[in-house]
Nanobody, 118 residues
Framework: VRLIEAGGGYVQPGGSLKLSCEGSGFDFSHTDMAWARQAPGNELQWVSG????????RDDDSVKGRFTTSRDNSVNMLYLQMNNLKPEDTAMYYC????????????RGRGTQVTVSS
């Protein structure tokens, strides 16, 4: 399993970033996927997920209305559009197979850092 995230960076509060994740080594198009994040000193937190078949999305209350997850199964890509970013969104963001990637690092990528600061 390979999950490679990209798109993180440094942004001011209120700014936007779009993360991407390329998956390989498993049946991506038939697998529920999600984004999770981990801030220093905190546990890994599930942020937003998307179903394999219906494309339905679910978001944690902390990001609802600001983050949008999408996927393109034709190219095995997962995306996270993040708008109106806040300092509390600062974390390492991981692309995960949902839900096993939350507890087993084999099913998640190495992460991409997002820092929100003025």
């Amino acid at each position: 399993v390979r999950l490679i995230e990209a798109g993180g960076g440094y942004v001011q509060p209120g700014g936007s970033l779009k993360l991407s994740c390329e998956g390989s080594g498993f049946d991506f198009s038939h697998t529920d996927m999600a984004w999770a994040r981990q801030a220093p000193g905190n546990e890994l937190q599930w942020v937003s997920g998307i179903g394999a078949y219906d494309g339905n999305t679910r978001d944690d209350d902390s990001v609802k209305g600001r983050f949008t997850t999408s996927r393109d199964n034709s190219v095995n890509m997962l995306y996270l559009q993040m708008n109106n970013l806040k300092p509390e969104d600062t974390a390492m963001y991981y692309c995960v197979v949902d839900p096993r990637g939350l507890t087993n690092p084999y099913w998640r990528g190495r992460g991409t850092q997002v820092t929100v600061s003025s």
